[in-house]
């Protein structure tokens, strides 16, 4: 099962920032949290991965609570283009473990 | 570099025969896998590979098989198809742990069984 709870739909206006809620309060010390996104029909693409520290890249940022119980990602200027389904997963940094993917959120960017 | 491609991008399959999803990456990826999405659902890992000869299963490994021979080809067998694997599979590879390089995934084969 995952180890995530996300909204399952969210909408947001073209232009405004996009802000994703992920819930992991059973994450371990060890565990990242790591967001993909799914455009439709498409394989899912990687965004960002944090440990405790916030995290910023060219796509996305990430907000990670003190406690690590859960993240909120955040786009900041969200385009049509961004409307995907947007998954939240946590997993340990290294060794085999393979990713394991819940239901996501569906983000509609609305012009 | 192509990334991760799969082959076919479509398959029409009649109840119980056989097929081989293609997947190849030049990426030199030591880690590939096998998901697949069902309508409206996340995905679910059928098989993983952690490098060439080394193979291993997922949440749901039935009726399926796998072979790693080389390092870029990662093929995805259904032996005696059946109409629940109506479904997406998609492939994808990272070089190392997830937590080094994140997984690169192909553009999916949408597959039907009747």
């Known amino acids: 099962d995952a180890k995530t709870t996300q909204p399952p739909s969210m909408d947001c206006a073209e232009g405004r920032a996009a802000n994703l809620p992920c819930n992991h309060s059973?994450?371990?010390?060890?565990?990242?949290v790591y967001w993909y996104r799914q455009i439709h029909s498409q394989g899912p693409q990687y965004i960002i991965h944090?440990?405790?520290n916030n995290e910023t890249n060219e796509m996305a940022s990430l907000i990670i609570t003190e406690d690590r119980k859960s993240s909120t990602l955040i786009l900041p200027h969200a385009t049509l283009r961004d409307t995907a389904v947007y998954y939240c997963?946590?997993?340990?940094?290294?060794?085999?473990?393979?990713?394991?993917f819940g239901k996501g959120t569906r983000l509609s960017v609305i012009a | 570099n192509a990334g991760v491609t799969q082959t076919p991008k479509f398959r029409i399959l009649k109840i119980g025969q056989s097929m081989t999803l293609q997947c190849t990456q030049d990426?030199?990826?030591?880690?590939m896998y096998w998901y697949r999405q069902d309508p409206g659902m996340g995905l679910k890992l059928i098989y993983y590979?952690?490098?060439?000869?080394?193979?291993d299963k997922g949440e749901v490994p039935n009726g399926y098989n796998v072979s790693r021979s080389t390092t870029e080809d990662f093929p995805l067998r259904l032996e005696l198809a059946a109409p629940s694997q109506t479904s997406v599979y998609f492939c994808?590879?990272?070089?190392?742990?997830?937590?080094?390089?994140?997984?690169?995934f192909g553009n999916g084969t949408r597959l039907t069984v009747t």
């Open positions: 590979s952690v490098g060439a000869g080394i193979t």
């Open positions: 059973t994450i371990s010390g060890n565990e990242y």
């Open positions: 994808a590879g990272a070089s190392g742990g997830l937590g080094a390089s994140p997984l690169h």
């Open positions: 990426m030199n990826h030591n880690y």
């Open positions: 997963i946590v997993r340990v940094y290294s060794g085999n473990t393979p990713l394991v």
């Open positions: 944090g440990l405790k």
